[in-house]
């Protein structure tokens, strides 16, 4: 299983990867707003958007592996990472495993476990569309126009109930506890002070625990910070890799 690149811009190579049940458009505003100053490549997991053909993965690891088979072969040997939620627990391993690959890992909207409820992976399977719209009420803050949580919406029923349980479970299965210290890279770490999902709190123990790293805590964002205030997470993101 291959995961599929979106390429475009030029200069230092920015990864992004998207989240449960997403695809490459959760980084749209990045891509379109960054393409200017270094070149982003945004990934489809297997299962989601143009990679949709074909089964998702249930662990970090099958799609963090999916991700470096796909990077060899493109000629990839270097770059920025980019993750969101389950994406940031890919680039936590990524660093972890294939540290040589990777200059530095931005961890948006994610933690060292991330426990999923019961009740969400029995919904996705029998109620999918109930469930999403649960989902996504909590991802998105209350400041959030509704324009954006449709947009999200729409995007995340693109993928198949069987994709999107998968990837829970792969979140219910992570645990970087105890392991955080083995991260020798330059890290980066950007929350929304809103965010129920994955509070500051666990974006608090990241920083805590990862050496070097920087935290930033983005006013009145939710889970989906990225979408919600892509201007403060664009120039967090360039300006930190512009440091490295």
């Known amino acids: 299983m291959k995961a599929k690149l979106e390429r475009s811009g030029a200069g230092e190579i920015i990864l992004f990867i998207h989240g449960a ?8 505003y990045q891509t379109k707003g960054l393409k200017s100053q ?3 490549i945004a990934v489809d997991l297997p299962g989601h958007g143009m990679a949709s053909v ?3 993965c249930t662990s970090i690891k ?3 592996d999916s991700i470096q088979d796909t990077l060899s072969s493109s000629g990839i040997d270097k770059c920025f990472m980019v993750g969101h ?3 940031g627990a890919i680039a936590m391993s990524f660093a972890m495993t294939f540290p040589d690959t990777v200059k530095g890992i931005v ?3 994610t933690g060292a476990k991330l426990k999923v409820f019961p009740q969400i992976l029995e919904g996705l399977m029998k109620d ?5 719209n649960s989902i996504i009420e909590h991802a998105i803050s209350k400041n959030a126009p509704d324009t954006l949580k449709m947009g999200y919406f729409e995007e995340m029923m693109k993928c198949s109930p069987e994709v999107i349980y998968g990837d829970f479970l792969a979140c219910d299965r992570f645990n970087a506890m105890g392991t955080l210290n083995t991260i020798n890279l330059p890290t980066l770490i950007i929350c929304g002070t809103e965010d129920v999902l994955t509070p500051p709190k666990y974006s608090i123990y990241l920083q805590e625990n990862i050496k070097g790293s920087r935290l930033v805590l983005i006013k009145d964002a939710g889970h989906m910070v990225m979408m919600e205030k892509p201007g403060e997470v664009n120039n967090a993101i360039i300006g930190f890799v512009n440091s490295i």
């Not at 049940?21 to 749209?28: E, K, P, T, V, Y």
């Not at 999918?128 to 999403?132: C, F, I």
């Open 21 to 28: 049940g997403g695809n490459a458009n959760s980084w749209l």
């Open 38 to 40: 270094c070149e982003v």
């Open 54 to 56: 074909g089964k998702g």
């Open 62 to 64: 099958e799609y963090r």
């Open 85 to 87: 939620s389950m994406g």
């Open 107 to 109: 961890l948006v909207s």
């Open 128 to 132: 999918k569309e109930n469930t999403l």
